[in-house]
Structures are given as C-alpha cells and as structure tokens.
C-alpha cells in the first residue's frame, strides 16, 4: 500500500524530506545544526522546587561563514505548507538569521528578513518554493552580503572561526549575535561600539570570543582589555582569555612590557591622579589596535574623568565598551562616547531565556521606618552630643542617626529566614556605609552565634578597608567553599563580583541610582544548578526594590544629553557617590586619610523599640513582573488569558493525549500547581488534583480530591473487564491517587511499557505480554489506560 504523507510524523517528515532537500541544495553536515536548543526555559521560583519551563529549540538553523543564515521550523504534512513561519521568524528573530523557512514536507515558504519594503508598494517578503529549489550556502550569503554591504576584510574576519573546545562550552544563542554583529561592524570599518549584555549572560566569554576571531584573522594584533576590579582581570586571564597563552600578559607594578600582543589590565593599574601614573603614556598612541572596556559605565562615560584619557590616548585603535548598565545621565553618557548600543540583552529576557536566576521579593517595613523617629527635647546620644529635635526617617538612618535597635530587627529578620531556608545560603548585606556594614557584622554575629562559634567566618564584613574581609571574598565567591557564609559590604561587591552562589540580597541602604540598582541585583543573577542555586531572594528594608517598576529599569538605554564641544561635564552628585572606584567611595564613607571621622558624624541612640509592621512576598512571574496579590487570584487570571472559559479549557484538556502538555504550557505562564497547592489544598488539608485546582481558582468549581475521584471511578467503570484486567486498572488508580496523572502517561508511553510493568505491583500481576493480553492486545491496553482517564476527570 502506498505511504501516507498525512501519517508521518514531524521527525518523519524532517528525515526523509526536508533533510535532503537540505542537503541537495548543497548544506553540508557541518552547516546544519538539527534541534538547536536556544534557550534553558525559565525557572519559577515561586514553586518549592523552582521547576524550569520548556526549552526553545529550532529545528534547523543552518550556518555560512560561522554565522546562522537561516532557521528552518518543520510541521507535519497535516499543517499547512508555511505552518511553522511564525515559529522560523521567532527564533530567526533571535539567532539574527536573515531568512525564515517553513516546510510541512511538500515545498518552502521562504521569509526574506532583509527587505526594505517601499511605503504602500506590494512587496516580495515571502515565496513559496518546491524542495528542490531550496537556496544553496552561496546563494543566500551572497543576498545577505549584497544588502549589507559586507567588506572583503570583513569577509576574511568572518572567515575566522570562533574558538572551540571540544566537550567545552559553545556560544548562546544571544552570545553569538553579540559577537557576529561586533566582528562585522569592526571589519566593515566601525571603531566605537557599545554591548549591553546582563550581568551573568558572559560578557567577558564574548570579548575573548571577539578577540580571538580578530587576533587569528590579524585584523587586530595588539589588544587591550581594561577594567576596573583586579578580580575581574584575574578571572578573565585564568578563564575565558586562557587560549591566549603567552601572547597574553598582565599589567601589574606599573611595569611595561611591550613584547606581548594581549594585555589586560586595570584601568587604576595604568593611570592615576599624578603624572607618573600614567604607565599607558609608554605605549606609542597607536599602539594598540583594540580596546575593550569592561563595565564601561564605571568612568569612562564621563569626558572629564581620568579613565576617559586613556580611551582618548589610544584613540586610533578601535575601542568597544560593554556594560550590564549603561550610564546615561544629563551630564554622563556612555551613548554620547560609544554609540548606540550594537546589540542589548536584557536580564528580563535573560530571565525568561533561562540563563539567569530570577527573583522573589520580600519587602520588610520596620515601625520606626514607616513613622520615623522624633528624639525628646534635649535627649542626648550615647556620646552626650545632644540630637536637634527633628523627625528622623528611613532616609537619615545609619547616615546621621545610628538606632541600635534597628540594626539588631534587620539582623534578626536575616536570620530568621536563613533559619526557615537555609542557613548557609551566601548571603550579602548592603549597607550604608563601612561603619554601618561593621555594626551589621556584629549584630549578625550576635544573632547567629552558634555558627559564628563553629566557624569565626560565619559571618564577615568584606569593604574596601578590611584587608581580612578581602582576603575572604575568594572563598566567598568560590561555591566549593562554605565560609563566609553572611558578608555585609557597603559599595566593594556591587559590581563585578561574580558570586554565583549567593541566594539572598539584602538591602539595607538607600539607592537611588538605578545604574547601582542593576549591579546589586545581578550579584544574584547567576543560576548554579549543582549547588542548588536556581533563584534567589531580595530582602528589602529601604523600599529600593521600587526601582523595579520604574521604566528605566528593564529598557533601553536612552540618551538626554549630548554634550557640545565647549561644555563641561561635570560628574553627578548623587547619593549614592558613583563617580569613583568601588575602592574609593569606601574610603571615602569610612573616613580615609584626610577625611572626617563618619563616626563622629552620626548620632547613635539606643532604647528605641523596633517592631515588624509588614511583611510581603512578591513573586517574579512568567512575564517579567512582580506579584503581590494572592497567588491563587494572580493564576486564575493567567489560566483565564489562555483558557478564557471553561468548556475552553475542557475542551483542550480532553483533547491533549499526554495532559503534562497543558501543565506545561499553564507553567510557562506562572501557574505554579504546588504553590497553589498549599495556598488551597494545604489550607484544608487535602491533595488536589492539577486539573481540580485548575478549574477551582481559575472557575470557581468545587474541587475533588484525587481519592474522591478513584472512588467515583470504582463505582461504575470496572464491570467490562475480567479480573487480571481489573487488577490492573484498579493498580493504576492507586499509583494515580498517590503520583497523579503523570502515572498515567508513563503507563502508555510506548517506549516503556515493557519497563513500567516489569516494577511492584504490575509484576505480582504477570509479566507485560501477559497484562496487555489481558485486555486483548497492546493496542487495547493502552486505549483502556487512555478510557480510564478520561473516566477519572469526567467524574464531578
């Protein structure tokens, strides 16, 4: 008889007619990726086990001259021919593809994403084709590089391949297009360039990825990587920039060597206040073809400051800064130096791609915060200095007034919810100020004194002063160790500081800048899944977490001011002292050489009761957004958006053959179905089933247990089948009572059969030729399995 098309399955479809279509048309094995995984799917946190949701993957993405020409998405022959076109642009869209497919097997449709179409003329964007026309590599990279004028140079660049090892790590997809679009803006002649890539998406992997394609291509030969932290310089050098072996060199002790072709260095390493600093006036200005800046918003971004003279000493060489935060302020812009940003990745997208750790916000309102604090008239301090009669508030404290009593409430708030997590999930405390981060130290140490008395390093201050504390910030960082497990720090850890494993943020200081916000957060943005780290929490005691709602926080970077060639730039003078190095706004606020003691600057009062007024939970959902409502009330709406009925949501959970599908996709919009389960099944004390829960908050019907269910089931179902088949089902319903519908599908998925009912109690039965006989035959067995569940949710 002859072959169905309609019958074959996608992987079917793929393998006998796409495939070699693919490879008629001349795309070699190694130009074809099949089912690339673009991204890890999110994570949840709102859920106990913080579960993933699914990973994106493209069926085809084919590549030409080290860069994704194309994605070809596949639907079975039951789909129409361009079925999978929205799916193809999604994901060309993402890899920066310039040409989308979809085949159902019969032909093409082929989206040309580079189509500047003209205002109100009819345009050729999509065709169809037959498979055997489909593009050859030669063909479509030379449409791509007629419209985007693509040089000769830039072609030898693109030629290079990236670095690989073989069992080591690949480029992301986001990772990939940073690079690429930077290598050919490069190679067609662009020398100022900005990335904005999130703190924990690999910018440092992409600079060297940048480098090594330009270095091996010798389009650029002596390059330059600056940044402002000795950490981050040392990590760079011993990890991602190892390839370069002894072409490369740091620049320590101000000491010159000229002989190598990779530098790294700090920016304080080559220049300084005094013109004896500045070891960079060694180099020849032309030294240098390359200069890339990391954390570019630190400095370089305003013309006036010490680190911009030496971007502008090397400036023939081509110079890319690359920042989590770009600084754009009406007097500082990395805009203004750099250009638009070539290509940003957000932490939002970052979160929703899977790659970063998302969030769950608890916001902490202290009495004395919420009502301020009114001395008496004439009341003294600790230190008999008399405190002017004023009211004090959340803004003043730990920077004028010191309560004693709460520092000791946010220490104890801490501990408390390590105590009902874990108590030694990295933890980092930001203060006011060293001398708050200090008294935070002590009030920790207090509060947590059985650990402390285990380990001195429980708990560690780690500021720009404390030569002990830095010294530990290694280990801190390193999630083989364990100590420290608590470190309070004032400015020295938000920004650069890799710490992967740290699970709770604490804010207990006023930010009022959203490039410091960002830095803050992305301290716990890293995912380290083998430690446990999936997502993590932000405790808040100075409602900075605000900032998350404030449009800034997750957009563009938008430039608002552009400075002529006579106007000064004078740095901003915000709260928060952004203009130095970490290092030095420590020293500043810790009262440096030169500097007034802080401590006799603040007033320091005890006896002062300080209470817990509130406390709320906020959940980071599907869509990027904070959630404060009831969470049983916040999935109901999300159920609703997809199902907007419940005969609509019925109809597809009767019509899905495996129902984890629609548990899934209802995942993928923030329906957690454990959280749900303890905010309404924990409440009564009973074990609902997903489908029941479902159709409780998002419908208002009564929920049954899984138990009510089975019995229902008993009473009306089983008369049909003989007594080996009956014990068989009636097994099923207890292994659905206690596991859920997933028991169920594991009974009929084809592949395992044999294995599910070689295991207690299916094998007390008989052996599985003997229990699929007992219903006639394989076939049946499994369409009684299929029957059965469809009796277990008609059941109301």
Known sequence: MPMNKKDLTEQEIRTRYITPALRDAGWAANQIREELYLTDGQIHPGSKDAPRGQRTFADYVLYHHNRPLAIVEAKDNNHPLGGGMQQALEYAAMCDAPFAYSSNGDGFVEHDRLVTPSPGAYTVIERTLPLADFPSPDELWQRYTQRTAVSPVAQAVLDQPYYYERDGKSLRYYQEVAANRVVEAIANGQDRILLVMATGTGKTYVAFQIIWRLWKAKVKQRILFLADRNILVDQAKTNDFKPFGGAMTKVTHRQIDKSYEIYLALYQGIS???????????????????VIVDECHRGSAAADSAWREVL?????????????TPKETKDVSNIDYFGEPLYTYSLKQGIQDGFLAPYKV????????????????????????????????????????????????????????????????????????????ERMRQALVNENGDLVARDRRYVMRITGDSPEGKLELDNFIDPAECYPVIVTTSKLLTTGVDAQTCQLIVLDTVINSMTEFKQIIGRGSRIKEEYGKRFFTIMDFRN?????????????????YEPGADDP????????????????????????????????????????????????????????????????????????RTYATLDDFLTEWNAADRKSIVLVELLQQGVLLDKLQEEVGDAVGREFDPFDLICHVAYDRP????????????????????????????ALLDKYTNEGIEALERAIDERNIA??????????????????????????????VQQLGREIYAAQ
């Open 312 to 324: 502008d000493y090397f400036a023939s060489a081509t110079q890319i800064g690359m920042t989590a």
């Open 544 to 560: 900075a977490t605000r900032l998350f709602y404030d449009p800034e926080y997750d957009g563009e970077p938008v430039q608002v």
């Open 362 to 437: 608890i916001r902490v309102n202290l009495d004395v915060d919420v009502d301020g604090y009114r001395p008496e008239e004439g009341q003294l301090d600790q230190y008999g200095v008399e405190i002017l009669n004023l009211e004090y508030t959340v803004r003043d404290f730990d920077r004028t007034l010191v309560i004693d009593e709460r520092t000791q409430q946010v220490a104890r708030c801490i501990t408390d919810f390590l105590k009902a997590t874990n108590r030694f999930h990295k933890t980092i405390v930001f203060c006011r100020d060293i001398e708050h981060a």
């Open 272 to 290: 300084g206040a005094e013109a004896w600093q500045d070891v960079y006036k060694q180099f020849s200005p032309d030294f240098f073809d390359l």
């Open 703 to 730: 929920a049954l247990t899984r138990s009510q269910r089975v019995r229902k089931v008993k009473q009306q179902y089983f008369s049909q089948y003989q007594a080996k088949a009956r014990r068989v089902l009636e």
């Open 755 to 784: 294995t599910f009912l070689q295991v207690a109690p299916f094998n007390q039965i008989g052996r599985p030729i003997e229990i699929t006989r007992a219903f006639g035959s394989k076939k049946l067995y499994i369409e009684a």
């Open 569 to 640: 730039i004078v740095p901003p003078d915000d709260a928060t002292g952004e203009t130095g190095t970490p290092e030095q706004e420590e020293g500043e606020a810790s009262g440096a050489p030169g500097e007034k003691r802080h401590s006799r600057d603040k007033l320091y009062v005890n006896g002062v009761e300080v209470t817990v007024l509130a406390q709320r939970v906020q959940y980071y959902d599907a869509h990027g957004d904070l959630v404060t409502e009831s969470f049983s009330a916040f999935s109901g709406a999300n159920i609703r």
